[in-house]
């Protein structure tokens, strides 16, 4: 045994404990001197302790001792002072010599109710129990699971795309030789088939990742999803048990980006509210996982800040638009003309969501089908039908409504009346008149509106709604 210093071997651990993890602050401000030496004092004494003495038997060597966790450390010290050996401790606590013997040098991890028992027979005062709970993460991650397969299923009758596709295959090369960001950014409006492409591309590219997919649907722009549970959901698919995740967001992204550092993941974020909430879900530099996520919003911060790769998607082309609807709704238009089908195709505007809507009207024709062929059908009448009643998923009223509330209330008229007012374009100077404002705060207006997809900016500066957008802009001020 070695010898100890005279407050006995409790009082060193929890000074040691204290040491460790949170320093004794003075009731009002932050750690004093006299707290800090008396700090630095305790922490050489449990080294002390948790080394063996000069002459003592040889069950750790200083390496040993060094390198062993925390948790090893303390055990061994608390095991010592009491006077038991790795046999007798592991009588009363039901394990093995061998496995405490590993759990002291570090090389096995304790479970909570090993600590527990410890604790107990050893009356540290939960010591150990909470030297677990703050221990280094990665290193009680349970074995290396086998590769994760998150990933939805991309839609059956995927159609089209084949530069996207082709460009994110280049930028998963180029990020192998360390060329190219590790995250990437596909953004577009309402319905243009951003899940659909990051699926499509990730249930393709999986087998690149040694280690498998993780997926988290983040909500969309109502973005209640927080990144502290997505954090939950992913350590625990990384192999953490439940009671070693981490209360703190911070502390929980710090422990995901040290488990990535060791893994190749891809890592799909669909359906992204907001730079803000998925900031904690980016990996790490040391990582060789890949991030593929999808927004409304183009998410221009994360590529100014963290130099995401930006991918903005369009709705379909009008030829993949038929494609899509003679593929998807192979029964109905075997034999409708292929001027029918392209005329539904322009009607949709190659918008996806539209067009999947379109696909169970064709399917269900006393449902408005052939009222759609009709090309002098109101712009009005156009959003009912690009809508499938009772499916929230398939109305394309739906999704800019959801986009249309996220907006804070400027941007929100700026879309009443400009849309209403200016359908066929605007730019700084109009939109100021329109709106009653200064040009600075109308250009503002505008890039934010772009930003979220609801416009889109021209070469010329100017910028052009959809007509499906300007349509909804008249439901909104009630225009017929
Ligand atoms: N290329 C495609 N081929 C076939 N179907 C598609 C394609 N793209 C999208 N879809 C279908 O269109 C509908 C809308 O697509 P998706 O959900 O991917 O759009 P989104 O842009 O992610 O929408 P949101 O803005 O709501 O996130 C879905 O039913 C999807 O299966
Ligand atoms: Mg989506």
Redesign the pocket.
């Known amino acids: 045994m070695s010898e100890l210093p005279p407050e006995g071997p409790i009082r060193k651990l929890n000074d040691h404990h204290e040491v460790r993890g949170h320093p004794p602050q003075s009731r009002n401000g932050p750690p004093s001197s006299i707290c800090l030496a008396k700090s630095r004092r305790a922490d050489h004494r449990i080294e002390a302790a948790a080394l063996p003495p000069a002459d003592g038997p040889p069950q750790l060597s200083r390496e040993d001792a060094v390198s062993s966790s925390g948790f090893g450390d303390l055990l061994r010290a608390a095991r010592m002072s009491k006077g038991l050996s790795l046999t007798e401790l592991g009588q009363r606590v039901n394990y093995s010599k061998g496995h405490l013997s590993h759990v002291e040098l570090g090389r096995k991890r304790p479970t909570s109710a090993l600590a527990a028992s410890c604790d107990d027979v050893l009356d540290t005062g939960g010591i150990l129990a909470r030297q677990l709970q703050r221990e280094d993460f990665p290193a009680r991650v349970r074995s290396r699971p086998r590769p994760l397969a998150q990933l939805p299923h991309p839609?059956v009758?995927?159609?089209?795309?084949q530069e996207h596709l082709g460009l994110l295959d280049r930028l998963l090369s180029d990020s192998e030789h360390g060329s190219a960001p590790r995250t990437v950014v596909v953004s577009?409006a309402?319905?243009?088939?951003?899940?659909?492409?990051a699926l499509q591309w990730a249930s393709r590219a999986a087998h690149r990742f040694g280690d498998g997919t993780l997926y988290a649907d983040l909500g969309?722009p109502a973005g209640n999803k927080l990144p502290a549970v997505v954090l939950e959901g992913f350590l625990l698919a990384l192999g953490l048990d439940r009671d070693a995740i981490p209360g703190g967001l911070s502390e929980r992204a710090a422990s995901y980006r040290n488990i990535l550092a060791s893994r190749q993941l891809l890592i799909v974020l669909d359906?992204v509210a907001s730079s803000q909430q998925v900031r904690p879900l980016m990996t790490g530099s040391a990582s060789n996982s890949l991030v593929v996520m999808?927004s409304?919003l183009r998410l221009s911060g994360l590529a100014l800040h963290e130099g995401a790769h930006s991918l903005v998607l369009d709705a379909?082309r009008l030829d993949e638009a038929a494609e899509?609807l003679r593929s998807?709704s192979a029964r109905t238009t075997a034999d409708v003309r292929p001027s029918r089908i392209a005329r539904i195709a322009r009607l949709c505007e190659g918008l996806?969501?539209a067009?999947?809507a379109m696909v169970h009207h064709l399917d269900t024709p006393s449902d408005g089908g052939p009222i759609l062929a009709d090309p002098r059908e109101s712009v009005r009448g156009r959003l009912d039908l690009l809508s499938v009643f009772g499916d929230e998923l398939?109305s394309v009223r739906r999704?800019l409504e959801e986009s249309y509330c996220a907006l804070p209330p400027l941007m929100a008229r700026a879309v009443r009346v400009l849309g209403v007012c200016h359908p066929d374009g605007v730019d700084d100077t109009v939109a100021a008149r329109s709106l009653g404002v200064t040009t600075s705060v109308a250009r503002n207006l505008l890039a934010g509106l772009a930003e979220a997809n609801l416009l889109a900016p021209l070469a010329d500066g100017g910028y052009r709604w959809s007509p499906l957008m300007t349509a909804f802009a008249a439901e909104l001020v009630d225009v017929p």
């Open positions: 839609p009758h995927f159609t089209g795309r577009g309402p319905g243009t088939g951003k899940t659909a492409l969309g359906n999808t409304r379909l899509y998807a996806p969501l067009l999947t398939l999704a």
